[in-house]
């Protein structure tokens, strides 16, 4: 079984999703095109992994469930060791380079970098907003997971956003020192 499986029974220890919602919530640490995700939730459907119920409002949507044999896996897996993450930036290869870039350039760089963060760090406390509003303690519970991974990200937003303030600031001294030279 490939990584994304096990990742999607994870999703449903939470509760029963669609395949859209599963697609939601796996963007905060996992990315896989929708294709995938039904491929995977298929394989695990025939291996009983999950079972499967239509919606009552909308006949097309279908709801999965974690079955008892799915968390059976899940539990194995978790104690498995945990692969090195992965990391594909292009940011970080183009700003490799800033050495022969223009001070504009690397600027627009920086730039374009410091508003994706704002937009992901805005768009991670809504999550949190939506977390902070839950009061029933079997629903924070089953919400702990997920309050750790957003936690993160709105972290790693923060830090992203001093690293470019950072680095902006090398910039104008590296370009300030070049014309005193």
């Given at each position: 079984m490939n990584t994304l499986s096990y990742i999607l029974l994870c999703m449903l220890v939470r509760?029963?999703?669609?395949?859209?919602?599963?697609?939601q919530y796996l963007s905060l640490f996992w990315e896989a095109h929708h294709s995938q995700i039904y491929t995977s939730l298929a394989k695990l459907l025939k291996e009983e992994y999950v079972s499967v119920e239509n919606d009552e409002k909308h006949?097309?949507?279908?709801?999965?469930?974690?079955?008892?044999?799915?968390?059976n896996i899940v539990n194995t897996w978790i104690q498995e060791e945990t692969k090195e993450p992965s990391q594909k930036d292009e940011f970080l290869a183009k700003i490799y380079?800033?050495?022969?870039?223009?001070?504009?350039?690397?600027?627009?760089?920086?730039?374009?970098?410091?508003?994706?963060?704002l937009k992901m760090l805005?768009?991670?406390?809504?999550?949190?907003?939506?977390?902070?509003q839950l009061t029933d303690p079997e629903e924070q519970k089953k919400n702990f997971g997920r309050f750790l991974v957003?936690?993160?990200r709105?972290?790693?937003?923060?830090?992203?956003?001093?690293?470019?303030?950072?680095?902006?600031?090398?910039?104008?001294?590296?370009?300030?020192s070049k014309l005193d030279d």
């Open positions: 509760k029963p999703c669609t395949g859209y919602e599963l697609k006949s097309q949507k279908k709801i999965y469930h974690l079955t008892k044999k799915g968390e380079v800033a050495s022969i870039l223009d001070k504009d350039t690397v600027k627009g760089l920086l730039f374009e970098r410091k508003q994706h963060q805005k768009k991670n406390q809504a999550k949190q907003a939506q977390i902070d957003i936690q993160r709105i972290r790693m937003c923060e830090e992203e956003l001093r690293w470019c303030q950072w680095a902006e600031e090398q910039v104008e001294q590296l370009f300030s």
